[in-house]
């Protein structure tokens, strides 16, 4: 099984600004999103994210683990909008679609997955932009991994962390 998440970020550890991801994303950081998104089986993601993020159309199966059942995704076909935890999800997921998971939620959802063991890794992308919402410390939870592989394309920084300690 393969279950990694991607998180964006700036310099500051901000994970949105004026409320999405976008604010914070480069141009490098989409394109390498949006590659990883079409070898997943199905991409996880909470309910806020479904809310606040451009779902409507995805190359694969999107899977929203949400307490509220109004979906905001009806548009798109390829929409599941389960009441379930995101842990269930994944289970229910993984027997739905397959192994090769891409959780695209915020911190706190994929903070549940690293708790609970069941993530693989994560991809971090960290671009300049400062001044955004909800802070994360990038170094404490790159201390949920054991290895750690950088690289620089085009003044954004991405990781690759791997294996839970």
Known sequence: MSVFASLVVGVDGSTSKNGSSNGISSGADRTTFLSRRRIADFILIGGQTAR??????????????????????ADNRLAYWWNLSPISALEKGIKKFGPNVLVEAGPRLINELIQARVLDGIFLSITNVTDGED????????????????DEIQGTFFIEAKTLK
């Open 52 to 73: 606040t993020e451009p779902y409507h159309r995805t190359p694969v199966p999107v899977v929203v683990a949400s307490r509220s059942m109004i979906n905001a995704l």
């Open 135 to 150: 802070v994360i410390n990038i170094e404490e939870l790159l201390s949920n991994f054991t290895s750690i592989q950088r």
